[in-house]
């Protein structure tokens, strides 16, 4: 398990982010990376580099090294910073050497959200928000529509096969995120349905996965003693995002607190409602306009059911933001030189 998540760089919604941002351009991108050593090919015109969130401190010397090697020009996508503000940023140094070369050689950037661009700005970065490219995976231009509409269906559902996005159980953010995170885990328990864990590290994926019994710290992270039975009924931790985006294509909703969980649910036409538990998480929603849900409402909901009736969700408003972003992202590709793919293409021309 360990290699399996190195090979993800330790998240599973980066595969999701990484094949999105690859399915926006009509061009074939040999990937670089992937828990590898970087090894530059023969022939580069252009770096394509899904971002997320390195805005934070880090060990990006790898990374750096590598980009300082490549001599090329590079577009960056979906680039995020994490909870610490321009002026703290600056004193590290790692990160510092990272932006500087993305300064002199970025001929694109594009932030998930505002408080990412002006983080962004305050380093010198200059970009356009256009939220994160896994919102562009499902072509259909009135997406919206088709999610308002599985939201009223899972509400009244009497048992909706319900898909679980959850969060690090080890690393909760507050006592309250860890009540939701339980609450979720109950509804899988009595429900059955999905429990898909993207990161949380070789022992808690480990035992999701099957590859081995759940820790009694696990146990008690999740409040269940029998998180064994549940891990083998319902446990998963996705290894490749089309795999990820059909499986939850036999759902009737996906709920939790991870942003490439809903993400991956509205590539599947599914409704995924997305519950803030930082800075990240809620910038990514507020920006592209996502089903919400507040993490208190998550831990105190008795049924997903009721999850799904008491989302707040504006299909109208989130239609319109996917579109725009999708012109203003094509137009973006043109710009240095890029073709959109005919599916951004038809988004773009709605």
């Not at 009694?216 to 003693?225: K, T």
């Not at 649910?265 to 809620?282: E, F, K, M, N």
């Not at 089903?291 to 998550?298: E, I, S």
Request: charged share 15%; net charge positive.
């Amino acid at each position: 398990m360990r290699r399996q998540l190195d090979l993800m760089g330790g998240n599973a919604g980066n595969l999701v982010f990484q094949l999105a941002t690859a399915q926006m351009i009509a061009a074939p991108l040999h990937q670089i990376g992937g828990g590898a050593p970087y090894a530059l090919p023969k022939r580069r015109d252009l770096l394509v580099l899904p971002a997320a969130n390195h805005l934070r401190p880090a060990n990006w010397d790898p990374l750096s090294d590598f980009l300082e090697q490549a001599d090329c020009p590079i577009a960056v996508f979906g680039l995020g910073a994490d909870t610490q503000e321009g002026t703290a940023l600056r004193g590290h140094a790692s990160l510092m050497r990272l932006v500087d070369i993305l300064r002199a050689r970025a001929v694109l950037i594009t932030y998930r959200g505002a408080r990412s661009a002006r983080i962004g700005a305050e380093l010198g970065l200059q970009g356009i928000v256009l939220g994160c490219p896994s919102v562009f995976l499902n072509p259909a231009q009135r997406l919206g529509h088709v999610i308002a509409k599985g939201l009223a269906r899972a509400a009244w559902h009497p048992m909706p096969r319900c898909a679980i996005h959850a969060g690090d159980p080890y690393n909760p953010r507050s006592a309250l995120h860890r009540r939701a995170e339980q609450r979720l885990f109950s509804h899988v328990a009595q429900r059955g349905g999905l429990w898909l864990l993207a990161s949380g590290g070789a022992d808690a994926c480990g035992a999701a996965a099957g590859q081995h019994p759940p820790s009694p710290a696990l146990c008690a992270a999740l409040g269940r003693q029998d998180a064994a039975q549940i891990f083998m009924q319902s446990g998963h931790v996705p290894h490749d995002a089309r795999t990820w985006i059909g499986r939850l294509r036999g759902c009737d909703l996906a709920l939790g607190t991870r942003a490439h969980g809903t993400l991956a649910a509205l590539a599947a036409g599914v409704p995924g409602i997305l519950s803030p538990i930082d800075a990240r998480t809620t910038e990514l929603a507020q920006t592209m306009q996502l089903p919400q849900l507040p993490l208190d409402a998550l831990a105190t909901a008795a049924s997903p059911q009721d999850c799904a009736a008491a989302a707040a969700f504006d299909p109208d408003a989130f239609d319109a933001w996917r579109i725009t972003a999708a012109r203003a992202t094509a137009a973006a590709l043109i710009r240095i030189g890029l073709t959109p793919a005919p599916a951004l293409q038809h988004l773009a021309a709605a």
